[in-house]
């Protein structure tokens, strides 16, 4: 990958000074962009120095900005040999796959060699999880083709990161943990999986909610919200089981206006899909084969034209993002259940309850549960049972209720009321 490239005709042209914003070098750019053919465009580098090597290259956007590409493989200045952290890493997934009762394979190629995985496990119910394991810099577009290779390959990738800030988090089904030595990975220690899997939780919209209700704006609603929530205590010796046994499932959220300002990948419980599946309105699908955020244009970086490919260099850099994405932060389920018992979103029947009367032909007859009101009186207690005695003989049943304490009948309402019964006023004094 190089920012400076050779045409045939138009001679050498420096990528970085593109600004694809600019309508002059827009337009150039879609001149070139996906319009030449092999042969068009050369290595400025392989040109000079070995002119019978191949050079030839193509164009394509890198986090925005315009870059050429070597055709051959062999010439595309591929990174170190595999680190040794991520080597240890992939023996410890493999490790545990296979703890679990499940077979592992390394670097399992696909059936038309466009695919390398990491370690593929064989799962239950046909289920074939493809781990990636990613502790260096990679591109979305990388992450994007490969993800969308493996899908198509029947695979259910799982991507392992130790970046915050790295390109693929919510991009792929992805797991984080934290940046650890090598040692940490072949030691057997627990690796904490700090961000990708997902618990639905769900909270009360009442008067302690903090919150507006977030579906009027305003006030309380009295029912229940969702809201996905980092799941705690999980580690990746865990996920890697649960994934490949189908307890814990990957659930994609494409880009809702007003909710959602990015799609997220995360892996979720079983329970937690189909609850959330249940109560939702929207159409859980995969995402689209090759969809990135990221083409917007970036601006030029203005490099000097330069006879060398750049690859090598940035590579010596740390590429690693400025953005963190793994935030933690609570994402909105954008479901209201009446009762998270049920997970109906319709509203439940309310039943009715026994109105009393005050009519006397009622009060003669007598309504079963139901305590005789005074005429043109308030009943601050109703439904109370009859088993219940009544209040004392002097007090209107109006301004009967329950004890705080022992919830027996007393005055408790109206002048000379008091939330206790005299029985515990007097418990509750001081002894002598």
Not at 218 to 227: E, L
Not at 346 to 351: F, I
Not at 352 to 365: E, F, G, K, L, N
Request: charged share 25%; with cysteine.
């Amino acid at each position: 990958m190089a920012h400076s490239v050779f045409h045939r005709e138009l001679g050498s042209i420096n990528l970085s000074e593109l600004d694809l914003t600019v309508p002059e070098d827009s337009r150039l750019w879609r001149s070139l962009y996906g319009r030449t053919v092999k042969g068009d465009l050369e290595c400025v580098e392989c040109r000079e120095a070995d002119p019978g090597c191949p050079q030839y290259m193509f164009l394509r956007l890198w986090k925005g900005r315009p870059v050429a590409v070597h055709y051959s493989q062999g010439r595309r200045h591929a990174t170190a040999p595999e680190s040794p952290r991520h080597k240890a890493l992939k023996d410890r997934i493999a490790t545990a796959a296979e703890r679990a009762g499940f077979t592992a394979e390394l670097e399992a190629r696909g059936p038309d060699g466009r695919r390398r995985t990491d370690v593929l496990v064989h799962g239950e119910d046909g289920i074939e999880l493809g781990c990636e394991v990613q502790l260096s810099y990679t591109t979305s577009h990388s992450v994007t083709k490969r993800t969308d290779i493996a899908r198509a390959d029947g695979l259910r990738p799982l991507w392992t990161t130790d970046d915050p800030s790295s390109p693929l988090i919510e991009r792929t089904p992805w797991a984080r943990i934290d940046r650890m030595p090598l040692e940490a990975f072949s030691s057997g220690n627990a690796l904490l999986v700090r961000g990708g899997v997902k618990k639905l939780k769900l909270a009360r919209c009442d008067a302690r909610s903090p919150l507006p209700c977030p579906d009027r704006g305003h006030g309380r609603c009295n029912h229940w919200h969702g809201t996905w929530t980092p799941a705690l205590g999980m580690h990746l010796d865990r996920l890697i089981g649960a994934t490949a046994a189908g307890e814990y499932v990957p659930l994609y959220l494409p880009v809702q206006p007003g909710r959602r300002a990015r799609a997220a990948h995360m892996w979720v419980s079983g329970d937690d899909h189909d609850r959330y599946r249940d109560a939702t309105t929207d159409e859980l699908a995969e995402p689209a084969p090759g969809h990135v955020d990221d083409n917007d244009p970036a601006e030029p970086e203005r490099l000097p034209l330069s006879r060398s490919c750049s690859y090598q260099a940035r590579q010596g850099q740390d590429r690693r993002g400025d953005v963190v994405r793994d935030t933690d932060a609570l994402m909105p389920a954008g479901i209201t259940l009446p009762d998270p018992r049920t997970g109906l979103r319709a509203p439940r029947q309310r039943t009715s309850r026994p109105v009393p009367s005050t009519d006397a032909s009622a009060h003669a007859v007598g309504i079963p549960g139901l305590i005789p009101l005074q005429p043109g009186t308030q009943d601050r207690n109703r439904a109370r049972p009859v088993s219940v005695p009544a209040g004392p003989p002097d007090c209107p049943s109006n301004l009967v209720g329950p004890c705080a304490v022992c919830r027996m009948p007393t005055h408790r309402y109206g002048i000379g009321g008091n939330p206790l019964c005299p029985q515990c006023r007097r418990d509750r004094r001081p002894s002598a």
